[in-house]
């Protein structure tokens, strides 16, 4: 009965924003790191955001300065603020809970949702 569920995702004009928001039931968030992926069409899939545990955040160089991630651990939530989006950042966007407090490696992460897609226009 564990799930977890992405949203916010749509179709954006490049240079505007979306939040995106992931909630989990049946696991909980406090104590782990959690982190947000995404996956073009013919790409494989790519973590390029996490949080840990204490509120640290890490981003890839494509979306750092543009993107930022929080957590709410009382709600349970993982959030993704995306700005200036630019047509590469297309992509279904997932989030994942890490099993681990602190980043190690993006291989660490489980307990995948459905993804929520993302489509940014010329």
């Known amino acids: 009965q564990v799930q977890v569920v992405e949203s916010g995702g749509g179709l954006v004009q490049a240079g505007g924003s979306l939040r995106l928001s992931c909630t989990a039931s049946?696991?909980?968030?406090?104590?782990?790191?959690l982190g947000w992926f995404r996956q073009a069409p013919g790409k494989e899939r790519e973590g390029i955001s996490y949080?840990?545990?204490?509120?640290?955040?890490g981003y890839v160089n494509s979306v750092k300065g543009r993107f930022t991630i929080s957590r709410d651990n009382a709600k349970n939530t993982l959030y993704l603020q995306m700005n200036n989006l630019k047509p590469e950042d297309t992509a279904m966007y997932y989030c994942a809970r890490d099993t681990r407090a602190y980043f190690r490696s993006w291989g660490d992460f489980a307990y995948w949702g459905q993804g929520t897609q993302v489509t940014v226009s010329s």
């Open positions: 949080i840990t545990q204490s509120g640290n955040a």
């Open positions: 049946g696991l909980t968030f406090d104590g782990y790191g």
